[in-house]
């Protein structure tokens, strides 16, 4: 039977993008929220260590903003981006449109959208945000929680847990360990790490390149996009098989690569900035996780990159996480906020879907730096813009 929501307590593990909405969510609902998040409060960190600099925010995630109010919020710190604009090697840009007329997708800053996410739990009056706890252990059949904070236990017991702790999930791993919730799992790392690198302003403080574009440098068996920020610098993320990264050993073998592969994009890096970066930072790895089920019993749920992290070619890891939230909130209304009917049925409705979007994502992995190349590719491009 379900009951009044106000007496509902949950817990949301991880404060990330996913968990930060969700937990919005959640307070809308009328219930009782408590957000755990295992890093210190990002809103008071001068540098945030952590994945891609910016993201591309789609109608999906949009759509999911827009339920509790913050979509304008967003989209206004955000820059719509039109088409891709592809980079050849001999400094040819030609456009391919993401849809028609003003369709765009928008380049929004993490942090940003992470901080504005925090914020705005914080102001329901029934959430509660806790830092720096850090989950290490779950009871599913209690709710009971327990958590690593300053070095010593705290502990919760909660009608459910929220798992939004990312695509290293703890809360998944424990789920992994219960032999009668027979859960299945499969994690693959791609050949490619990415690397993320600046373009800075123009010397006249403007934008270096088009603005309204995600720029691509596709060269087949890898890549490099730029994606503008409110600042006037891009974010410039190469793509690349690792032993690739690993065969660049000297300045000079850098700037041969650079200088043969992506010409046009040495003057707006900057030799002296590429160096100093390039060889300051490690190229990061990538992966998929597919996993089933989403649930354990009426007690915990994953969202999120803890249920379905993808690789980045399609630009939807964040925005599918965010759509879990609206369909995790539907299931909730369909079923009067009974997490023991709830929970089966956002599993059953919300894997395949899931699942596609990781395919979608690793299939994009190959067209995006392979196939915006090929005439085939186009003449599809074309067709579809009629
Ligand atoms: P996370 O963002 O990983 O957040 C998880 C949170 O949980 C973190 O704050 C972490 O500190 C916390 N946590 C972890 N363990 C614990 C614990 N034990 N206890 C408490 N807290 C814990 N997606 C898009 O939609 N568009 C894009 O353009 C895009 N670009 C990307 C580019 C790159 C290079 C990469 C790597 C990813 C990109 N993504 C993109 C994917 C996107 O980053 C993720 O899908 C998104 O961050 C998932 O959000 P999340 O909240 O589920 O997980």
Known sequence: MADDASRKHVAVCGGGLVGALNAC??????????LFEMRSDIRTQEVVRGRSINLALSVRGREALKGVGLEDK???????????????KDGTRRPIPYGKGKQNIMSVDRRLLNEVLLDAAEKYPNVKTYFNHKVVKCNFDTGEIVFLHDGREVKRTVD???????????????????PSVRFNYQQEYIPHGYMELNIPPSDDDQFAMEINYLHIWPR???MMIALPNLDKSYTTTIFMPFDMFES??????????????FPDSIPLLGEDNLKKAFFAIKALPMVTVKCYPYHVGS???ILGDAAHAMVPFYGQGMNCGFEDCIVFSEMLDEYNNDFAKALPAYTEYRNPDAKAMCDLAMYNYVEMRASVNSYLFLLRKYFDNL
């Open 25 to 34: 969510y959640m307070a809308k609902r009328g219930f009782t929220v408590e």
């Open 74 to 88: 967003i989209i206004e710190k955000g820059i719509p981006m039109y088409a891709r604009l592809i980079h050849d």
């Open 160 to 178: 459910l847990i929220i798992g939004t702790d990312g695509a290293y999930s703890s809360i998944r791993l424990q789920m992994m360990k219960q």
């Open 220 to 222: 087949n068996e890898f």
């Open 248 to 261: 660049i050993h000297t300045e000079e073998d850098l700037m041969q690569f650079f200088t043969d592969t």
């Open 299 to 301: 007690k915990v749920v």
